[in-house]
């Protein structure tokens, strides 16, 4: 296991282009995301108080979009260490690797959270319990 794994999340800006019109944003599969985007969903009317997420992967690499709205997400590495990002403009994202713990919460009332993964739904790959993932983090990095 990467000891780093955290340092791999990152802020994302993509191409936003407009005019009177009004704005878009670009964002493609392997060249603004760092993977081919397999599955898109998105997370809308959660309260202010309300943690979605509360997970890790085994193989889905994330990226998250406040396509409206705010909200904020808290990854860790289940090594201690965590980082808070602050999602508040509709060109900007964050990357989150494989094997991260993520919470996604302080949503804004017209928060509307893009989420897109690298792989199909399967829910066996996921990491519902906090100390089951520090358990397979260190035994991964034995």
């Not at 997370?43 to 309300?50: E, L, M, N, Q």
């Not at 990226?63 to 590495?77: C, E, F, H, M, R």
């Not at 201690?80 to 919470?103: A, C, F, Q």
Request: negative net charge.
């Amino acid at each position: 296991m990467d000891i780093n794994v955290i340092n791999k999340a990152e802020m994302l800006e993509f191409t936003e282009r407009g005019d009177d019109r009004g704005h878009l944003v670009i964002c493609e599969g392997g060249i603004d995301i760092p993977f081919d985007i397999k599955r898109i969903f998105y997370i809308y009317g959660s309260d202010t108080d309300v943690i979605r997420g509360q997970h890790a992967n085994r193989k889905s690499e994330f990226v998250l979009i406040n396509v409206a709205g705010t909200s904020k997400v808290k990854i860790k590495d289940g090594k201690g260490n965590e980082t808070v990002y602050s999602l508040n403009r509709p060109h900007t994202g964050i990357y989150i690797p494989k094997m991260v713990w993520k919470d996604m919460y302080d949503f804004s009332e017209d928060s509307v959270l893009l989420c897109l993964a690298s792989t199909h739904y399967d829910a066996e790959e996921y990491i519902r319990d906090y100390d089951e993932f520090i358990k397979i983090i260190n035994e991964e990095g034995d």
